[in-house]
């Protein structure tokens, strides 16, 4: 997945929880379909199939891939209909403005004021970038 993607999933998984009680929803189901919703909200079309392999192999790291069976079709229309009640809760609300596309500015701006030399022996970029991850972690991407 890219960027803007990922950080809706983020986004849409708090703002979620902010609005409902942790207890009260499974919270990786609420992940996996925060990311089958992004992949729509943000036109990256990921297959459930997909989001559910992943997961599985996440939890499972020496199981096998899930059978295409009764526990597999119960999974994925679990994930949908989550989407759904998460859509509901979040009102609609699912289309955010990322700070991605401020910072990438930032920095070619910063990068053209510096010297080469400067710009190479900092790593400016990375740490950023790092940052502007890492704060999707926590509530302050909200």
């Known amino acids: 997945m890219r960027s803007i993607p990922i950080a809706t999933a983020c986004t849409i998984y708090h703002k979620f929880f902010c609005e409902t009680n942790l207890d009260a929803y499974d919270p990786y189901l609420i992940a ?3 990311i089958y919703l992004a992949g729509k909200v943000e036109e990256q079309h990921l297959r459930t199939r997909d989001i559910i392999n992943v997961s599985n192999r996440y939890f499972n790291p020496s199981g096998e891939p899930l059978e295409l069976d009764s526990r597999f079709w119960e999974l994925r229309d679990s994930i949908v209909q989550c989407e759904l009640l998460m859509l509901r809760v979040l009102r609609f609300q699912v289309s955010f403005q990322h700070p991605h596309k401020y910072l990438l500015h930032y920095l070619v701006s910063l990068k053209n004021w510096l010297n080469r030399h400067s710009w190479q022996r900092t790593p ?8 502007l991850r890492d704060s999707y972690h926590g509530g ?3």
């Not at 400016?124 to 940052?131: M, Q």
């Open 124 to 131: 400016v970029a990375v740490t950023a970038w790092a940052l």
């Open 140 to 142: 302050l991407c909200l």
């Open 32 to 34: 996996m379909s925060s």
